[in-house]
């Protein structure tokens, strides 16, 4: 599999990371929608209740994490699909989180160039 087929793999998985962390904050907030976190009272760096996920809200989107650059996803609740700046991000807390095989993706993690042009191919 080459560095592009690798990308494209895990575009499905930010997708489902995004729904689950919207319905993570729904349900640990009881907001009506996911959106709701950018209220002024929801507003900075949280842990989520009775998780060991943290939040932290910035303009138009949230970042869900365990610690810093590992686990969970950071999204503008504007945009459907990831860019390449946001992917980039979810690779590396995937990576990190270790929710991708090591040995298949080492190479990618360890050449930013690299990555980068796998993710600008994989979202053409």
Not at 40 to 54: D, E, L, V
Not at 88 to 93: A, C
Request: hydrophobic letters at 40%; glycine letters at 6%.
């Amino acid at each position: 599999m080459d560095n592009f087929e690798k990308i494209r793999k895990i575009i499905p998985l930010w997708f489902a990371q995004r729904k689950w962390a919207e319905e993570l904050l729904v349900q640990s907030f009881q907001l009506e929608k996911a959106e709701d976190i950018l209220q002024s009272k929801y507003r900075g760096a949280k842990p989520i209740p009775g998780t060991n996920w943290m939040y932290r809200t910035h303009g138009i989107g949230v970042d869900i994490y365990r610690t810093a650059d590992v686990g969970g996803i950071d999204f503008d609740f504007d945009k459907v699909a990831p860019d390449e700046w946001r992917l980039r991000i979810f690779f590396e807390k995937q990576y990190n989180e270790g929710n991708l095989p090591l040995a298949d993706y080492r190479e990618l993690c360890e050449d930013e160039g690299l990555l980068q042009c796998a993710i600008e191919q994989a979202l053409k």
